[in-house]
């Protein structure tokens, strides 16, 4: 269920080292990856809601942002840190766009992350921020199997190439956040991400107990394991910089 909600404020300070602030304009995120910590830390697992359908749309955040935006100073600003600020029911409310072009008219550095081609939509809101604006798209498998049961409202493997090809021809700082990392064939996507050039960020599988059950069930036990994250990093850094 979709609903709209009103927010009390659109900035909370962040604990993330890429950013000062973030901004969630949405409380749940329709996106349903399996993994996600917001399914039990932060405001989604108050409201009682399934994750992957219940999302609360907060109305009022591109309002507060006007409001809060003037005494921020020159801090970034990641979007977002607990849904996909692209996630479908962005498409009809166009929040995440509207807070882009108040951090852009502010000069207020954006870090953006998502696993959506929807992205794509605001390539001239990032190429107007220019050396302001830092875009990864998310990527955590090549196997389609893999991210129908785990990430299932996600974009494809082959979608997320083609949205780095698209911001990078136009002249957007895009790259690539391969975390966590899911059961792939790393060589694949660690060739596929080289031929791009891309800055890749890689990052292991945290919280393992919400997918524990589900890599048993499908034979991907050893995909829980340290040892597979440092396998897959291995190949990674003998084809590209891994930051």
Known sequence: MIRE???????????????????????????????????????????????????GVKRNIAELLRREVNSLGKVKV??????????????????????????????????????????????????????????????????EDVRKLLEPGSSSFEERLETIDFLRKNGVDAGAFVGPVLPMNAERVSEELARRGATVHLDALNYISQVRQLYLKMGWESWLYREKFEEVKAVFERRLTVE
């Not at 939509?121 to 998310?138: I, P, Q, T």
Request: charged share 20%.
């Open 5 to 55: 909600i009103m927010a009390s404020s659109a900035l909370t300070r962040s604990r993330i080292p890429v950013a000062s602030y973030t901004i969630n304009p949405f409380v749940g995120c329709t996106v349903g990856c399996k993994y996600c910590f917001a399914r039990f830390i932060g405001a989604f697992k108050y409201t009682g809601g399934l994750w992957g359908r219940d999302v």
């Open 78 to 143: 990641f979007l977002s840190s607990t849904c996909d600020p692209y996630q479908h029911i962005e498409e009809k409310y166009g929040l995440t766009r509207e807070m882009l072009v108040t951090l852009i008219s502010h000069r207020i550095p954006i870090f953006a992350m998502s696993k959506s081609t929807l992205i794509r939509r605001d390539v001239d809101l990032f190429k107007l921020a220019g050396e302001e604006a830092r875009v990864l798209v998310s990527i955590t498998t090549d196997r």
